[in-house]
């Protein structure tokens, strides 16, 4: 959540982060403390059943997606997939790895993997690292 927090504030709008990883390495709790940080007071869950959520702030606009259900990018075409991505909004995706030519290539792709019960690797783009680090 610190780490997503720490994203949330070094990303313009228009920002598409994939986020890559196994069920329970903590992509979920990435986007919770990413929303959190631009001010969403909505409690932040896994869209896991629904596809899609969309918070909203005084000053950001965030939609969330998760396509483990997805088969590719013809079922996330059929369901508006590319009318979602707007300059104005943030865009996060788990399970990003469900699209192939739709991923935009603008996207940092962030991949978490698990080392133990309490612990997870997450890599970032060097771009993003490099903002991280000022
Ligand atoms: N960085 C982390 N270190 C330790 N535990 C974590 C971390 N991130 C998430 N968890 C725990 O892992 C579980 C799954 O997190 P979640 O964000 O739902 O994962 P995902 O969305 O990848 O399936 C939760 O119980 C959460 O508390
Ligand atoms: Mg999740």
């Known amino acids: 959540m610190e780490l997503g927090a720490a994203v949330a504030r070094a ?3 228009g920002t598409v982060l994939a986020l890559i990883g196994e069920l329970g390495t903590g992509k979920t709790h990435f986007v919770k403390g990413f929303c959190q940080a631009l001010g969403v007071k909505e409690t932040v869950t896994s869209p ?3 596809l899609l959520k969309q918070y909203s702030s005084p000053t950001a606009r965030i939609n969330h997606l998760d396509l483990y ?3 590719g990018d013809l079922e996330a075409l059929g369901f508006g997939f590319e009318d979602l991505l707007s300059p104005e909004a943030y865009t996060l995706i788990e399970w990003a790895e469900r699209l192939t030519v ?3 290539p603008q996207a940092l ?3 978490i993997s698990h080392d133990g019960e309490q612990t997870r690797t997450i890599s970032l783009p060097d771009q993003l ?3 991280l680090r000022g």
Do not use: A, G, H
């Open 11 to 13: 990303v313009k709008p």
């Open 48 to 50: 896991t059943f629904v």
């Open 69 to 71: 259900r997805v088969q």
């Open 102 to 104: 739709l991923l935009p």
């Open 109 to 111: 792709i962030l991949t």
């Open 129 to 131: 690292y490099t903002i």
